[in-house]
């Protein structure tokens, strides 16, 4: 099974690279997070599971609603920060992590309430995601959800990809080192229905937040934040934005997806 080598997983990576980093390093948690957390409608008492946790935002959310919380992560740095953040937050006793592959879950049947899974579907190979969101499902409580973020939406990336090679000269994104597997609307689609999953998708169309994570992500060169931000332009549009938000439209210009999946 082709693999994403849990190397590139650094501790500069969960510090300075992926989204809202910045924004934890000054205690703050991106908006994003907590649009997840609200989703899952965590209750005292509540056995949750966040996997591959990266710094631990829904993790310490979660402890802080009152759940039992286990976290896992195949990157060692990623462990050894979320233990290190747990004290930070005197959360220690509440978030337990371990260091574990997604696609080898060691629990029992049906033993979480909910389940986490956080910007790391398009950092998995799709052999990858199968085993993981089957794997879940196995350990997920019949009526249990799985809450899953992923961005960018690829239908979106890409044509700003083209604009660049096009305008630019260049389509030299470093992220997708990271990112090997970026979703659309149709792909998630297509994957939660083939493991049997009850499921909403929602679409992120908040661009200017888009936007930001570019220019603040030290992966990203110069030639495609100068597209983008000239896109940015467009696309905060009053006109522009009526046409994202419409349906269907909202599933090609929608920047990242939220989903609420149901066993």
């Not at 409580?141 to 690829?154: A, C, D, E, H, Q």
Request: aromatic letters at 12%; glycine letters at 6%; hydrophobic letters at 40%.
């Amino acid at each position: 099974m082709k693999r994403a080598s849990s190397e590139d997983y650094d501790n500069s990576y969960f510090t300075e690279k992926c989204e809202g980093a910045e924004d934890f390093n000054k205690g703050i948690f991106s908006e994003r997070f907590y649009k997840a957390f609200r989703l899952g409608d965590i209750k005292k008492g509540d056995l949750v599971l966040d996997v591959a946790a990266g710094r631990g935002e829904i993790a310490i959310l979660a402890a802080r609603a009152g759940a039992k919380v286990t976290v896992i992560d195949y990157s060692k740095s990623s462990v050894e920060l979320i233990k290190s953040n747990a004290k930070k937050f005197n959360l220690a006793s509440k978030i337990k992590a371990e260091l574990m592959d997604v696609r080898k879950l060691s629990f029992k049947e049906n033993e979480f309430d909910k389940i986490f899974f956080m910007e790391i579907l398009e950092h998995l190979y799709p052999s990858e995601v199968d085993a993981a969101i089957s794997g879940m499902k196995k350990i997920l409580k019949p009526g249990g959800k799985i809450i899953i973020t992923t961005g960018p939406n690829k239908l979106l990336i890409d044509g700003l990809l083209l604009l660049s090679k096009i305008f630019v000269k260049n389509d030299n994104w470093e992220s997708r080192k990271y990112h090997v597997n970026e979703q659309t609307f149709f792909s998630l689609e297509k994957l939660l229905r083939k493991h049997n999953l009850r499921y909403k998708i929602r679409t992120e169309e908040d661009f200017n937040w888009f936007y930001g994570q570019i220019c603040k992500n030290k992966a990203v060169n110069l030639a495609i934040k100068s597209v983008v931000k000239a896109f940015n332009v467009l696309y905060d549009q009053k006109a522009f934005r009526t046409i994202r938000k419409a349906p269907y439209l909202n599933r090609i210009f929608g920047n990242a997806f939220l989903v609420e999946a149901t066993k």
